[in-house]
């Protein structure tokens, strides 16, 4: 895969690039709605992707062999689906053509989070949040037909 060809795997979500909490006598991952102070909340991208290292020394670069030991990837990311050997969804941009649909389908985090910026991570706990790590499953499905009445409810 080239490098152009494995970046179109990210589905534009937005929910890696949350601050997570890892229990460290279990080992479990416990998700934020706090996001990177690089990332932009309506688009879901991130604001300096070229320089992200730089900004913010900790974000991890997503290549095969990360995303197979890494467990916070939510389980409907494009990287982590193909490397488990399963199909994107139908609202990646991959298959649906359309960058919206992630959106549009409920599955990214546009208008959910609260920047990072300003806070001390002791002050994290306070913004613990279960969707982001959780299955998105299909999203929702009246996407496909126009039909946003239920978007956001």
């Known amino acids: 895969m080239t490098s152009e060809e494995w970046e179109s795997l990210c589905d534009g979500c937005g929910r890696c690039c949350l601050n997570k909490l890892e229990d460290w006598d279990t080992g479990e991952i416990i998700w934020t709605h706090l996001a990177c ?3 932009d909340g309506e688009s879901c991208r991130c604001s300096n992707y070229v320089d992200r290292f730089e900004s913010v020394p900790d974000c991890v670069a997503l290549d095969p062999a990360t995303v197979r030991s890494i467990p916070w990837l939510p389980p409907s990311c494009g990287y982590r689906l193909v490397a488990e050997g399963r199909d994107l ?3 990646h941009p991959l298959i649906s053509g359309d960058p919206e649909t992630v959106h549009l389908a409920g599955v990214s985090v546009q ?8 806070l001390e991570p002791e002050d994290y706990e306070d913004h613990l949040a279960d969707w982001p790590g959780e299955d998105p499953g299909d999203g929702y499905a009246g996407a496909l037909s126009g039909d946003d009445s239920k978007i956001g409810k």
């Open 37 to 39: 102070k690089l990332l």
């Open 89 to 91: 969804r139908w609202w």
């Open 111 to 118: 208008g959910q989070t609260v920047s990072e910026e300003g």
